[in-house]
């Protein structure tokens, strides 16, 4: 069943992909980026001028690098040789925008007349004047915004004093780090004009309409704290010719009316450019096919990393769980011990223990003198007892003894006179 499914949304994918293709004609000289390797030489990209301000844009298997990470204040830029032909047309285009601090910098897609001489590596603030259209893809009083700016060559957009004032279109976009490419698509047809973003309409209006004649064109610049840019896609697509269709259309009306040996004669007839075109469209067939093998990959690339960033998290959380009861108990312990604080704080504001510091202290002062006194008291007692082995004196006997003593005194006097 699953083998079953999977058919069949292949097949789905693949006529859808068929009525596309008969829609539209990759023009293949100025696209690039469509599963295949941008670059066989990785050295030169067909159909386009590269160059830049003191940086070449780099080309890689997968993508370009329009200015690196390190330094900043660098400016990439690329130019198609050919001019568009067609008044409809659909671009898409991918990029991808990563740094490490804040916005550092901004991208543009334009469609312009001369655009190597008029814009060559310029952004939309730096350039002076241009004839036609700039995407510009930056940050604008910190938001990450997608806007359309457009000029018929008389407005110096380098000297002018609010240069956002002149979108015609925006919406906002947070493009940076996001770890995949962002798509932006450009359509132009007979009746609109429309800039989507990741497959969400970004702005569109019925008053523009674009020349034939123009070439695309991609910079990018950096500043100081810079982000780097990288170029994933640039599909150019234009309807197939009318004529091819009506063609198409008298041919299958003619073999339907031929009789069977005549239509077999005339199938082997055909004409070698009826061959070329479907082969043409089998090969469109083939290379969207590889672009969408190359996004699926790419996805699944990403979920895998995204699932192993996911696990590594799950595990670091695990190891960290006892650590974390640990902090919450201890949280806990200093939540009770502040709210006790609180309460001892509120209890010695709302009282006063004036009157009970005087009691105390007059207490402390009875005590103290009355411990003076018992301690003399105690001194005094031992100091004056009387010892008990010694008999105490009668009167008679004390008035005799000081009979005697003052009769020793003045026979002493007699014997000094």
């Given at each position: 069943?699953?083998?079953?499914?999977?058919?069949?949304?292949?097949?789905?994918?693949?006529?859808?992909?068929?009525?596309?293709?008969?829609?539209?004609?990759?023009?293949?000289?100025?696209?690039?980026?469509?599963?295949?390797?941008?670059?066989?030489?990785?050295?030169?990209?067909?159909?386009?001028?590269?160059?830049?301000?003191?940086?070449?844009?780099?080309?890689?298997?997968?993508?370009?690098?329009?200015?690196?990470?390190?330094?900043?204040?660098?400016?990439?830029?690329?130019?198609?040789?050919?001019?568009?032909?067609?008044?409809?047309?659909?671009?898409?285009?991918?990029?991808?925008?990563?740094?490490?601090?804040?916005?550092?910098?901004?991208?543009?897609?334009?469609?312009?007349?001369?655009?190597?001489?008029?814009?060559?590596?310029?952004?939309?603030?730096?350039?002076?004047?241009?004839?036609?259209?700039?995407?510009?893809?930056?940050?604008?009083?910190?938001?990450?915004?997608?806007?359309?700016?457009?000029?018929?060559?008389?407005?110096?957009?380098?000297?002018?004093?609010?240069?956002?004032?002149?979108?015609?279109?925006?919406?906002?976009?947070?493009?940076?780090?996001?770890?995949?490419?962002?798509?932006?698509?450009?359509?132009?047809?007979?009746?609109?004009?429309?800039?989507?973003?990741?497959?969400?309409?970004?702005?569109?209006?019925?008053?523009?309409?674009?020349?034939?004649?123009?070439?695309?064109?991609?910079?990018?610049?950096?500043?100081?704290?810079?982000?780097?840019?990288?170029?994933?896609?640039?599909?150019?697509?234009?309807?197939?010719?009318?004529?091819?269709?009506?063609?198409?259309?008298?041919?299958?009306?003619?073999?339907?009316?031929?009789?069977?040996?005549?239509?077999?004669?005339?199938?082997?007839?055909?004409?070698?450019?009826?061959?070329?075109?479907?082969?043409?469209?089998?090969?469109?067939?083939?290379?969207?096919?590889?672009?969408?093998?190359?996004?699926?990959?790419?996805?699944l690339n990403d979920l895998a990393l995204l699932s192993k960033k996911f696990d590594e998290r799950n595990q670091e959380l695990a190891r960290n769980s006892a650590n974390r009861d640990q902090v919450s108990s201890v949280d806990q312990r200093v939540m009770r011990l502040e709210r006790m604080i609180e309460r001892v704080q509120k209890d010695l504001a709302g009282k006063d223990y004036q009157r009970h510091f005087t009691k105390l202290e007059e207490a402390l002062r009875h005590s103290h003198s009355g411990l003076l006194e018992n301690l003399h008291d105690s001194s005094h007692r031992k100091f004056l007892k009387p010892d008990p082995q010694r008999k105490p004196k009668?009167?008679?006997?004390?008035?005799?003894?000081?009979?005697?003593?003052?009769?020793?005194?003045?026979?002493?006097?007699?014997?000094?006179?």
């Amino acid at each position: 069943m699953i083998l079953s499914s999977s058919i069949g949304r292949i097949l789905a994918l693949s006529s859808s992909l068929v009525a596309l293709s008969s829609a539209d004609t990759l023009v293949e000289r100025t696209s690039f980026g469509n599963g295949n390797r941008i670059s066989a030489d990785m050295s030169s990209l067909p159909g386009w001028q590269l160059s830049g301000d003191g940086f070449i844009p780099e080309i890689m298997s997968d993508r370009i690098i329009m200015t690196p990470p390190y330094p900043g204040r660098k400016r990439g830029a690329m130019w198609t040789l050919d001019p568009v032909s067609q008044s409809e047309w659909t671009v898409d285009f991918e990029f991808r925008v990563n740094g490490e601090d804040g916005p550092g910098g901004n991208i543009q897609l334009w469609y312009v007349k001369n655009g190597q001489v008029d814009v060559g590596s310029q952004d939309i603030y730096s350039v002076s004047r241009f004839d036609g259209l700039a995407i510009t893809i930056d940050s604008s009083q910190g938001r990450g915004m997608v806007r359309g700016f457009l000029n018929d060559g008389t407005t110096d957009y380098r000297t002018h004093r609010n240069v956002d004032s002149l979108a015609f279109g925006h919406c906002e976009y947070f493009y940076r780090n996001l770890g995949r490419p962002s798509q932006i698509t450009i359509k132009q047809t007979m009746f609109s004009f429309e800039v989507l973003i990741d497959k969400r309409s970004c702005f569109h209006t019925k008053k523009v309409f674009l020349p034939v004649g123009n070439t695309f064109g991609i910079t990018a610049s950096s500043t100081d704290y810079p982000d780097s840019f990288e170029v994933f896609k640039f599909a150019l697509s234009v309807p197939r010719p009318g004529s091819d269709s009506g063609a198409s259309q008298n041919q299958r009306s003619h073999q339907a009316q031929q009789p069977p040996v005549q239509r077999s004669n005339t199938n082997q007839q055909a004409s070698p450019d009826g061959l070329s075109g479907v082969q043409t469209q089998i090969k469109n067939i083939q290379d969207r096919l590889h672009t969408l093998s190359t996004s699926t990959e790419r996805l699944l690339n990403d979920l895998a990393l995204l699932s192993k960033k996911f696990d590594e998290r799950n595990q670091e959380l695990a190891r960290n769980s006892a650590n974390r009861d640990q902090v919450s108990s201890v949280d806990q312990r200093v939540m009770r011990l502040e709210r006790m604080i609180e309460r001892v704080q509120k209890d010695l504001a709302g009282k006063d223990y004036q009157r009970h510091f005087t009691k105390l202290e007059e207490a402390l002062r009875h005590s103290h003198s009355g411990l003076l006194e018992n301690l003399h008291d105690s001194s005094h007692r031992k100091f004056l007892k009387p010892d008990p082995q010694r008999k105490p004196k009668t009167r008679k006997k004390e008035r005799k003894e000081q009979k005697e003593t003052n009769a020793k005194n003045k026979q002493v006097l007699t014997k000094n006179d």
